[in-house]
Antibody, heavy 127, light 108 residues
């Protein structure tokens, strides 16, 4: 069945690094744009980053630019999020999510939402 | 960046009620608006994409409408399993593709 399984979460001190992974199965991973979405305790959803299906383009929310890097290995059906210089405000459940292709050309991209989600992995940044 | 504002932030309703949630974008996003349902401790689930297209397997009691900057999610007859938090998300133009702050639907 269609599945995304995140791993790599844990407790980390401020300023340290963590790498999240997301293993995909049951669908053609290489045709899906992939995202990371996070949810701080008791808060709403925050979109974090996207990578095009072929890895050709990436975007980030402002609060993680320069600190987080999204990447993927289509040969291994795996998505990654390298998180450096972690802060207390990065504490959240991190979900990987995917949808189909991105349409249009910059700046008029459009997209039909994320229909595949993982169960989430918890990242806690604390001293 | 495009900001998304949902209203109300929460509501109380009874089984069988008709419920409407509103989402407003800070600039036009054409029809590239998605709705998600999230239950406690669970991942979000895509309900509607492109403002009004029902995702496969989603009950027809859910419907979406709108274009430009103003959108609505309607549940025609609230069922016990519909008590959850609902989020809109715009997926137009250059990312970030932002979510609304969420609407929690609670049992009256």
């Amino acid at each position: 069945q269609v599945q995304l399984v995140e791993s790599g979460g844990g407790v980390v001190q401020p300023g340290r690094s963590l790498r999240l992974s997301c293993a995909a199965s049951g669908f053609t991973f290489s045709t899906y744009a992939m995202h990371w979405v996070r949810q701080a305790p008791g808060e709403g959803l925050e979109w974090v980053a996207i990578i095009w299906n072929d890895g050709s383009d990436k975007y980030y929310t402002d609060s993680v630019k320069g600190r987080f890097t999204i990447s993927r290995d289509n040969s291994k059906n795996t998505l990654f999020l390298q998180m450096n210089s972690l802060r207390a405000e990065d504490t959240a459940v991190y979900y990987c999510a995917g949808g189909g292709a991105i349409f249009g050309v910059a700046p008029y991209y459009y997209y039909y939402g994320m229909d595949v989600w993982g169960q989430g992995t918890t990242v806690t940044v604390s001293s | 960046d495009i900001q998304m504002t949902q209203s109300p932030s929460s509501l109380s309703a009874s089984v069988g009620d008709r419920v409407t949630i509103t989402c407003r974008a800070s600039q036009s996003i054409s029809s590239y608006l998605n709705w998600y349902q999230q239950k406690p401790g669970r991942a979000p689930k895509l309900l509607i994409y492109a403002a009004s297209t029902l995702q496969s397997g989603v009950p027809s009691s859910f419907s979406g409408s709108g274009s430009g900057t103003d959108f609505t999610l309607t549940i025609s007859s609230l069922q016990p399993e519909d008590f959850a938090t609902y989020y809109c998300q715009q997926t137009y133009s250059i990312p970030p593709w932002t979510f609304g702050q969420g609407t929690k639907v609670e049992i009256k």
